[in-house]
C-alpha cells in the first residue's frame, strides 16, 4: 500500500471531505489522527477508519485554538511517535450570517478568517519543527475556488481562502530543502452540507458553471489529496489545484 505505516493528521475530519480523506489515505495504509469539534462525528471517523484495518486517534480540537491544536499534535506524537501528512482540510463560511461586505460584522470576519487561515497556520505551526527533524513531510491545504475567484457575499471566507493559497506558496518556497512539500487542493461545488445550505438557484448556477452540470463528489477532493501525499507527487510543491471543473475558468 501507498502509504503503508504513515501517520497522516486530518482536521475536520469527521464529515465529507474531510472523512473521505481520512478513510481513503487508511485504505492506503496510513494510521490516521482526526481532528473535530463535534465528538459525535469523531466516532464516526473511528469507527470507518477501524473497519478499513488501520488505527484512528480521534481528538475534539477547534483549530482556531493554539492549545487545542498543541493538545491534539501531543497526543498524536504519543500515540504514533511521527507525523508524516498533514492535511489541514478544517474550515467554512459564515453561511447564514453571509453578508455584501457593507454590511458585514467584525465578529464574523474575525471567525472566518480564524477558522480558515489561523487554523491552517496553528496545525502546520504545531507540526512543521518534527517534520524539519525528519527531513520529510507533506503538507495538503484545503483552500477554495473562492479563494481565486471571489464570491460575492462571503468577502471574509474569499480572503481567508486566498490568504490559505499565498501561505502555501510562501511555506512551499521555505521547506523544500527540507525534503517537506506544501500543496493546495482548492475543491468548489462539492456534494457535501456546504452544497445543501445553497438555495435552489445557486445550486444550480454553481452546478453550471462546473461544465460538468452535476456537483463534485467527496472522494474526487480525496482522490487528489491521496496523489499529492503518494511518492507519485515527489517533484511537486507549492501548487494550487482546482477540484471543481471548469468554475476558476468563468464556466463552459
Request: with cysteine; glycine share 10%.
Amino acid at each position: 500500500m501507498e502509504l503503508e505505516d504513515k501517520v497522516a493528521i486530518v482536521t475536520g475530519g469527521g464529515t465529507g471531505i474531510g472523512l473521505a480523506i481520512a478513510t481513503e489515505m487508511a485504505r492506503a495504509g496510513a494510521n490516521i489522527v482526526v481532528a473535530s469539534r463535534n465528538i459525535e462525528h469523531l466516532d464516526n471517523a473511528i469507527s470507518q477508519v477501524t473497519n478499513l484495518g488501520r488505527q484512528c486517534l480521534a481528538v475534539v480540537t477547534n483549530v482556531s485554538k493554539t492549545e487545542e491544536v498543541d493538545n491534539m499534535v501531543r497526543q498524536a506524537m504519543e500515540r504514533f511517535g511521527q507525523i508524516d501528512i498533514l492535511v489541514n482540510n478544517a474550515g467554512g463560511s459564515a453561511r447564514e450570517k453571509g453578508a455584501p461586505f457593507h454590511e458585514s460584522t467584525e465578529e464574523v470576519w474575525d471567525y472566518v478568517i480564524d477558522l480558515n487561515l489561523k487554523g491552517t497556520r496553528n496545525c502546520i505551526r504545531a507540526v512543521i519543527n518534527h517534520m524539519i527533524s525528519r527531513h520529510s513531510g507533506r503538507i495538503i491545504n484545503i483552500s477554495s475556488v473562492s479563494g481565486m475567484v471571489g464570491t460575492a457575499r462571503a468577502s471574509e471566507y474569499s480572503a481567508a481562502k486566498a490568504g490559505v493559497i499565498g501561505f502555501s506558496k510562501a511555506l512551499a518556497k521555505e521547506l523544500v530543502h527540507y525534503g517537506i512539500s506544501v500543496n493546495c487542493v482548492s475543491p468548489n461545488y462539492i456534494e457535501t452540507g456546504a452544497h445543501y445550505y445553497m438555495d435552489s438557484a445557486r445550486r444550480e448556477s454553481t452546478k453550471k458553471m462546473t461544465g460538468f452540470d452535476i456537483p463534485g463528489k467527496a472522494l474526487d477532493v480525496a482522490h487528489m489529496v491521496l496523489f499529492l501525499v503518494s511518492d507519485k507527487a515527489d517533484f511537486i510543491t507549492g501548487q494550487n489545484f482546482v477540484v471543481g471543473g471548469l468554475h476558476n475558468l468563468g464556466g463552459a
